[in-house]
């Protein structure tokens, strides 16, 4: 979600060391992006970072403090870290002005997959790790074509706290506290840092705001590889009481592995937020866990679900 609104092509903030820019042709379309690979040999293994509505690929490089960057912690502990500006966004913005709808997006995301594999090391496979949006073209993806290890999503779930449809009429002190939350939640120069990131959201992925429950009951019993989803402390876009969850996850009946957590200390934005470190821990041990569970063909290593939990 944005703060502000600035011209889709404007240029990314610096990088974190380590961090480089990156171009990626993949379904008639430039994917800009962001990488960072581990220094010392070949990646463990991928993550491919979506951002969501309104926000680039620097999402998960945050400038504000050097502990916020997802791309740099990756490449630390042996991953490859992949942030790909979706379609409508950072370069393409240009060439679809009007962005694509999920199941477009989705077919350029399976693309920039495969084009990525085809060009760089990706150690034993991919794992998607999504915000927001980005959350909901994840899950459309992997209901699709699964293709990857394992998916983390943050800032999404299956009802709305608010009506989507009326979310752009308010006033815009409550706009930024849905974004946001508590401005303490996150370190100084966060929000200046912040302008370079945000983009106005394109027209047509505007449009299928409102239809995102009916989608999500759709392709819910259609993912079938494990799956994280966490929900910052003070989320406020989406229906998170212990009743909602329990509905979203009654849906989720394919996947072998099921997480649903709580961040605290964290807004909507997690990977810009004080508790940025902590997320991207948790979402890289999932990570490790699911490798780890890749080495064995008995289901029984897995530990199962807990639908409707929520684990600290």
């Not at 699964?146 to 999404?156: E, H, I, K, R, T």
């Not at 009802?159 to 930024?176: F, K, M, N, S, V």
């Not at 989406?238 to 009654?250: F, P, Y």
Request: glycine share 10%; charged share 20%.
């Amino acid at each position: 979600m944005s703060v502000s609104r600035t011209d889709r092509t404007t240029p990314s903030p610096s990088h974190s060391a380590g961090v480089r820019p990156l171009l990626l042709a993949c379904a008639g379309l430039t994917l800009s992006g962001l990488l960072a690979e581990p220094a010392d040999g070949p990646p463990r293994a991928t993550v491919v970072a979506v951002h969501g509505g309104g926000m680039r690929a620097g999402y998960f490089d945050g400038q504000a403090d050097a502990d916020l960057s997802l791309l740099t912690l990756g490449a630390r502990l042996g991953f490859t870290v992949l942030a790909l500006d979706r379609p409508g966004y950072g370069h393409s913005a240009a060439q679809v002005p009007d962005g694509l709808t999920l199941e477009e997006q989705a077919d350029v995301l399976a693309a920039a997959l495969e084009a990525f594999a085809g060009r760089y090391a990706v150690g034993r496979g991919l794992f998607l790790l999504a915000h927001s949006y980005g959350g909901k073209l994840a899950l459309t993806s992997v209901a699709r074509t699964p293709g990857v290890l394992a998916l983390d999503a943050s800032g999404v779930g299956h009802r709305y706290g608010i009506d989507p449809a009326g979310h752009r009429r308010l006033r815009r002190h409550l706009e930024w506290e849905h974004n946001w939350g508590p401005l303490g939640l996150y370190p100084p120069g966060t929000f200046r840092a912040a302008e370079a990131l945000v983009a106005p959201v394109p027209v047509r992925e505007a449009a299928e705001v409102p239809h995102w429950p009916r989608t999500f009951g759709e392709l819910a019993p259609r993912i079938g590889i494990p799956l994280r989803l966490t929900f910052a402390e003070h989320e406020t876009w989406w229906r998170t009481q212990d009743c909602d969850i329990a509905e979203m996850t009654s849906q989720l009946t394919g996947a072998p592995v099921l997480r649903i957590e709580r961040q605290p200390g964290a807004g909507h934005n997690i990977s810009l937020g004080r508790a940025a470190r902590s997320y991207h821990l948790r979402a890289l041990a999932f990570f490790e866990e699911c490798l780890q569970w890749a080495e064995d063909d008995s289901a029984a290593v897995r530990p199962p679900s807990a639908p409707g939990t929520f684990a600290a």
